[in-house]
């Protein structure tokens, strides 16, 4: 057992029920919508085609009938299944953005920031996103971090947060 599947493994039972209230607080949409309103107008008509095709099952079905984010288990490739799914083209390909969040990292919680050396943050970043200052000290650089998430469920602390960045 490598070390980081041992911190994973040690503090899942914790982040299990820190990650189900911070996902009751704010939805975060799949990457390719234009007007949130659009979610609660088209999407009580639809089964759900999007969490059906998204590959890292990450596209959640609320009580309300609209598709959100779950980053617990994976993070989002932007590979556009759920876009082409969308019979409603609430989710639409000419509309993809980033994802409508911002994730930073508690340095209460990171080992790192704590002397413990981990990289755990680091190695499933597909942006290079995140940068350290030497071996500890890992900072998100905003211009690359695209929000995909896939750092969130690496952490073995539940030291990375992410924000939904309310659309102005």
Known sequence: MERRELFSSL?????KEA??????QSLIRPPYFKDESDFHKECINCDGKCSN??????IVIGEDK???LDFTNSGCTYCDECANACEYEVLNLEDKKQINAKIS???IKCLSWNQTM?????????????EFLGMFRPE??????????????ACPTQAIDIKIIEQG
């Open 11 to 15: 503090a899942s039972s914790f982040n």
């Open 19 to 24: 990650r189900e209230e911070s996902k009751s």
């Open 53 to 58: 095709f998204c590959e890292e099952h990450i």
């Open 105 to 107: 990292i508690d340095i």
């Open 66 to 68: 609209t598709p959100f």
């Open 118 to 130: 981990c990289f755990s943050c680091k190695d499933p970043c597909l942006d290079d996103a995140i």
């Open 140 to 153: 998100i650089i905003d211009d690359k971090c695209t929000a995909c998430g896939f750092c969130i469920k």
